[in-house]
């Protein structure tokens, strides 16, 4: 997984935007085990206690759940994995809709410019 952790904001926040955007892309299948904490802020290059920070937050949420003997699992609740994806889906829309409109683009140029590159992506499938 690619962290592309930026040292200018909380690192915690951005742990668990990517772990649960890894959950709702499913690279982390429903009820698959996550690897230890250690692990991941290891492979993040982070703090263990960072990393822990990130995974209760994401038990919290309800995304992973904790077993004493068996680790931390992805949950298997399909809504709650649903609902984080369409959280991200809109989040990322958003991002997009703020640098479009800090380059001076107004919504109904936005829309057009979106419906072009769509277009365009079924004229390569096809």
Same mark, same amino acid.
């Given at each position: 997984?690619?962290?592309?952790?930026?040292?200018?904001?909380?690192?915690?926040?951005?742990?668990?935007?990517?772990?649960?955007?890894?959950?709702?892309?499913?690279?982390?299948?429903?009820?698959?085990?996550?690897?230890?904490?250690?692990?991941?802020?290891?492979?993040? +290059?982070?703090?263990?206690?960072?990393?822990?920070?990130?995974?209760?937050?994401?038990?919290?949420? +309800?995304?992973?759940?904790?077993?004493?003997?068996?680790?931390?699992?992805?949950?298997?609740?399909?809504?709650?994995?649903?609902?984080?994806?369409?959280?991200?889906?809109?989040?990322?829309?958003?991002?997009?809709?703020?640098?479009?409109?800090?380059?001076?683009?107004?919504?109904?140029?936005?829309?057009?410019?979106?419906?072009?590159?769509?277009?365009?992506?079924?004229?390569?499938?096809?």
């Amino acid at each position: 997984m690619k962290w592309n952790i930026d040292e200018s904001l909380p690192i915690w926040p951005q742990l668990y935007s990517r772990l649960s955007a890894g959950i709702a892309a499913r690279r982390f299948p429903p009820g698959s085990r996550l690897p230890s904490v250690r692990e991941l802020a290891a492979d993040a +290059g982070v703090n263990p206690n960072t990393m822990q920070r990130a995974l209760t937050e994401l038990e919290m949420k +309800g995304l992973i759940v904790t077993n004493r003997t068996a680790g931390r699992n992805v949950c298997m609740d399909q809504m709650i994995i649903n609902a984080v994806r369409q959280e991200e889906a809109e989040r990322k829309i958003g991002n997009m809709l703020k640098s479009m409109e800090e380059l001076g683009y107004r919504d109904e140029e936005i829309r057009r410019m979106i419906e072009d590159v769509l277009q365009d992506r079924r004229g390569e499938e096809g």
